[in-house]
């Protein structure tokens, strides 16, 4: 790291910086704005300007090291493969992981989670439970990014069940088919009418 005093004096009064940034940001906004306005009289179509993406209508999609939402990961029978170990939620820096564990049917295994559930609105989304997990359980490449299930905070915690679906549908339908079910919902939630506790 430089030392103030290893500064030029260009550096040290920061004016010509300060004029260099708004330059550039003023030149893209302006183009932008330029390239916009002839794209309304059907000028210059093929030279793309820069523009949001008009969620949810089109979406950008993810990278493979994205860490999207959480599921269970499930053996062949069907059934969940967690152990009930505990390591994801001692991992969780956020302790938004909650498992109670039961004996299983099947004397084979010891243990499985009778409960499993993780509440969203505490998740920070850092994969710690992911890499925790020795049995390779849980997971968070749904290549979905968490959603608004309602209004109140119960309904953003996610539990065994919806976290095992999430593994049954990419695995008959394909990763795409999770990120197209959360916009149908979204577009019919957008068609009803938005009833809200008061």
């Not at 999207?68 to 053996?75: E, Q, Y």
């Amino acid at each position: 790291m430089r030392r103030p005093e290893d500064l030029t004096f260009r550096e040290r009064i920061y004016v010509p910086e300060i004029i260099a940034g708004l330059y550039l940001t003023g030149a893209r906004f302006w183009r932008n704005l330029f390239l916009h306005i002839i794209h309304q009289f059907g000028w210059a179509t093929d030279v793309a300007a820069a523009t949001t993406i008009d969620y949810p209508n089109e979406y950008q999609k993810y990278g493979p090291d994205y860490r999207g939402s959480h599921r269970l990961t499930l053996k062949d029978d069907g059934s969940v493969r967690c152990t009930s170990c505990f390591l994801c939620a001692t991992a969780c820096p956020a302790r938004c992981i909650h498992i109670e564990s039961g004996e299983h049917p099947n004397d084979e295994v010891e243990k499985f989670p009778v409960r499993y559930e993780i509440d969203t609105l505490r998740c920070i989304y850092c994969g710690m439970c992911v890499e925790a997990c020795p049995c390779d359980a849980i997971r968070m490449d749904t290549a979905v990014h968490p959603t608004v299930p309602g209004y109140r905070r119960e309904d953003f915690i996610e539990d065994k069940h919806l976290l095992m679906e999430r593994s049954k549908v990419m695995a008959k339908e394909g990763e795409g088919r999770l990120m197209e079910i959360m916009l149908e919902r979204y577009e019919r939630e957008d068609r009803a009418p938005v009833l809200r506790d008061r």
